[in-house]
């Protein structure tokens, strides 16, 4: 195989397997998934040690460029980044754990758990939707009982209360009072 085909073809390798070893980010991995990512960033790179320095460049600057046009490649088409990265994959829906998708994710009940404490997510009940996004982050909705309460809905609800008890009072803007007190 011509050098300069060698890395493009180990590259590629190198993501398919780390494709099919699962979604998560170095700070979310195990000891051993740690371990079984050096080992395969050190076996796709040991076809290239040598002794010759502008060959290491030169695999240096191909494995960049490839990066650079997988992320291009992903950004416009969505079939291949399906394919490259995958989409989000729903773990809860309305406070229900889907382990079927946790097992396809080799996600433990443990590790979903800790996860959610977290977020500061005390009770899976609380959750309208979670999902394990590419990056292996969890993302979530929370159900309308659970979510925290805005600025906006303190003002509708003082104002509806105000409005009520009389007509004279003009519309609160608590951003612009609260603005006024900083000062």
Same mark, same amino acid.
């Given at each position: 195989?011509?050098? &300069?085909?060698?890395?493009?073809? /180990?590259?590629?390798? !190198?993501?398919?397997?780390?494709?099919?070893?699962?979604?998560? #980010?170095? =700070?979310?991995?195990?000891? =051993?998934?740690?371990?079984? &990512?050096? #080992?395969?960033? @050190?076996? +796709?790179?040991?076809?290239?040690?040598?002794? *010759?320095?502008?060959?290491?460049?030169?695999?240096?600057?191909? /494995?960049?460029?490839?990066?650079?046009?997988?992320?291009?490649?992903?950004?416009? $088409?969505?079939?291949? =980044?399906?394919?490259?990265?995958?989409?989000?994959? &729903?773990?809860?829906? *309305?406070?229900?754990?889907?382990?079927?998708?946790?097992?396809? /994710?080799? /996600?433990?009940? *443990?590790?979903?758990? #800790?996860?959610?404490?977290?977020?500061? +997510?005390?009770? +899976?009940? *609380?959750?309208? %939707? !979670?999902?394990?996004?590419?990056?292996?982050?969890?993302?979530?909705?929370?159900?309308?009982?659970?979510?925290?309460?805005?600025?906006?809905?303190?003002?509708?609800?003082?104002?509806?209360?105000? $409005?009520?008890?009389?007509?004279?009072?003009? @519309?609160?803007?608590?951003?612009?009072?609260? %603005? %006024?007190?900083?000062?």
């Amino acid at each position: 195989m011509p050098f &300069v085909l060698k890395p493009i073809v /180990l590259y590629i390798i !190198a993501v398919i397997f780390l494709r099919l070893t699962g979604r998560r #980010s170095i =700070s979310q991995m195990t000891i =051993s998934q740690t371990v079984l &990512v050096l #080992s395969l960033g @050190h076996i +796709i790179v040991e076809p290239f040690a040598d002794k *010759d320095i502008k060959k290491t460049i030169m695999v240096a600057a191909i /494995l960049a460029i490839l990066l650079i046009l997988f992320e291009i490649t992903e950004f416009y $088409s969505k079939g291949f =980044s399906k394919i490259a990265v995958g989409k989000e994959i &729903v773990i809860v829906t *309305d406070g229900v754990i889907d382990r079927k998708n946790m097992k396809k /994710l080799k /996600l433990t009940k *443990d590790e979903l758990y #800790s996860r959610l404490r977290q977020k500061g +997510i005390s009770k +899976i009940e *609380d959750i309208k %939707k !979670a999902t394990l996004e590419t990056n292996g982050e969890l993302g979530f909705e929370l159900t309308k009982a659970a979510q925290p309460i805005t600025i906006g809905d303190l003002e509708y609800i003082l104002n509806k209360v105000l $409005s009520k008890q009389s007509t004279s009072i003009e @519309h609160i803007d608590l951003v612009e009072e609260l %603005k %006024k007190k900083e000062k």
